[in-house]
């Protein structure tokens, strides 16, 4: 069994999105479901249909999340340091025409691409992971072959999550 490798905010993302799918989610859901049923004939009622479903999707990505759970390794880049990329650091790279971008290594349920945000199975994640800053790696990324430079590796504490998250299937 794989292990869930995730960061203390990962982990308390995938708890508020199962406790909204069992506590506010589904519950709508059924009660637009029985008040569609109420309706009548269920066989053409397409709000009835829709809502069933959407219940199924909502139990499928419940038991998703539960089954990430199980396997969670919990690590938390606060706890660590260091000069080599490990799971939780955050890497600066620099690609062969002089770019840099700055990747944070978490985990698979925490992948945020726009925010700089990698998973540690990502194919330049599994190319950087045990190196150290100035060294210089070859991965196969989805657009060929590619060659980058470790500028900087540091570990940092994780800014908390907002009060209100928005979640949606």
Partial sequence: MVPNYITPNGLERLRREIAWLEGEERPRIVAEVQYAAS???RSENAEYIYG???LRAIDSRRRHLIKRLEKVRLVDPA???GEVVKFGATVVIEDEDGNERTWRIYGEDEVDV???VISWQSPIAKAI???AEGEAVTFHAPAGKREV???EVRYEPQEPLP???LFRL
Avoid: A, H, L, P
């Fill in 39 to 41: 309706m009548g004939d």
């Fill in 52 to 54: 069933k479903k959407r």
């Fill in 79 to 81: 706890q660590m340091s």
């Fill in 114 to 116: 726009e925010n700089g």
């Fill in 129 to 131: 992971m045990g190196k």
């Fill in 149 to 151: 430079e470790i500028v």
């Fill in 163 to 165: 009060e209100v998250m």
